[in-house]
């Protein structure tokens, strides 16, 4: 049976909590003798900065660096909103990614036939819905130089954040995105702003470029701001996106919105794979955050952060069986009508964090049979 290291960072607010619920799928594969996970666990965020003054510590990055994934539940809280900004819960997030190489932020939006009605579409526009957003993650606006803001001699302030993008940069998250159309729809929309943006036309000039080693899937350019109305107008038009940091931090929120609840989705942040040896580093989370509102009160749905687990064992761990396992249990957990309170109709029952956890790991049982 393969074994894996996994280090998890549950976080602060309802990230423990669904954590707890992973970890029991972790021990259900090992006890079913599918695959093994090692565990350790550390501080990231507000629980980081209460303990050490910052929001992850060195000890605990360099055991995400030694990891065969770094698995991540939510940060920050309303405890944590005045700290200094260089140590607030954030900075964890953005020091993992930046020091990981964690360069790809693939967000897949899937609605569930079972909730369909959850979205904020009408069924007959999202139902079957499966979109994959390829996210630059490490470059452009969030990380520019210059970033500041600096007060002018006639006193009025000035702030600057600073778009860059290379052609390396482009260049590989495009692949990310084409391999991946590949495995999937066989289409690209590259989505940016090149009719007002120098960085958009690199970007769109580079993104064709990549395209030509790929004549088995369809590339098509679309304006960010189209990308998004489209989004909500006809989704199913889509198959993967991919743009750079910013527009892809807008339009996977756009997405997200058509599946019905952020407690439903799951995301991987990638790295480069290694030219030795072909691993690459990862991080798996929700992509909700704390959820400070529900937080402590066994309420949250821990759909996204299993689900994230699932996209672990088919991007990161090669354990496409196990994947395909456990996508499947909970879409026959959705489909046979167990709801947490996010998901939930009007007036409908809804179960807590624990039942659906077992719920889920009562259908691996039974779909492992
Ligand atoms: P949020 O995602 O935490 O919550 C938004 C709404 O969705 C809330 O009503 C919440 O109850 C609900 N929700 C989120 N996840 C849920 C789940 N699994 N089950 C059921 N309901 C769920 O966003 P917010 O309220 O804007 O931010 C709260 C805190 O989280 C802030 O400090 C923010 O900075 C932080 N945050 C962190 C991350 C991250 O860690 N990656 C992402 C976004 C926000």
Request: proline share 4%; glycine share 10%; hydrophobic share 45%.
């Amino acid at each position: 049976m393969a074994s894996y290291n996994l280090f998890l960072l549950p976080g602060d607010g309802i990230g423990p909590e669904i954590m707890v619920e992973l970890k029991a799928i972790l021990n259900w594969f090992g006890a079913a003798g599918i695959a093994s996970f090692e565990t350790e666990s550390g501080l990231v965020g507000g629980a980081a900065y209460d303990a050490h003054g910052k929001a992850i510590s060195e000890s605990d990055m360099a055991l995400a660096q030694a990891a065969d994934s770094v698995i991540f539940g939510a940060v920050g809280g309303p405890k944590w909103a005045d700290i200094p900004y260089d140590v607030r819960p954030e900075a964890g997030l953005l020091r993992l990614r930046k020091d990981l190489g964690l360069f790809a932020n693939l967000r897949p939006a899937i609605c569930y036939p079972a909730l369909a009605d959850a979205s904020a579409l009408k069924r007959e526009l999202v139902e079957g819905l499966d979109i994959l957003i390829a996210r630059e993650l490490t470059g452009g606006v969030y990380f520019g130089e210059p970033k500041e803001i600096v007060t002018l001699e006639n006193g009025e302030k000035r702030a600057v954040d600073t778009q860059v993008y290379t052609t390396h940069e482009i260049e590989r998250i495009a692949r990310v995105a084409f391999d991946l159309a590949r495995t999937r729809g066989g289409k690209v929309h590259s989505a940016e702003k090149h009719n007002v943006m120098k960085s958009g036309v690199l970007w769109k000039q580079v993104v064709t470029e990549v395209g030509k080693g790929y004549a088995d899937v369809t590339l098509e350019h679309i304006l960010a701001d189209n990308c998004a109305m489209q989004l909500v107008r006809r989704p199913k038009q889509f198959d993967v996106i991919v743009c750079d940091n910013l527009f892809g931090d807008i339009l996977s929120d756009v997405a997200s919105m058509l599946t019905g609840s952020l407690g439903m989705l799951p995301s991987a942040s990638l790295g480069a794979p290694d030219p030795v040896t072909g691993k690459h580093k990862s991080m798996y989370e929700p992509v909700h955050g704390s959820a400070p509102d529900i937080a402590g009160k066994g309420l949250a749905n821990p759909i996204a952060m299993i689900g994230s687990f699932a996209m672990a064992l088919r991007y990161s761990l090669g354990q496409i069986e196990a994947a395909d396992l456990l996508d499947k249990a909970i879409a026959n957990v959705l489909a046979s009508g167990l709801r947490t309170k996010d998901i939930a109709a009007a007036g409908q029952n809804a179960v807590g964090t624990k039942e659906m956890g077992a719920a889920i790991i009562k259908e691996l049982g039974s779909l492992a049979r």
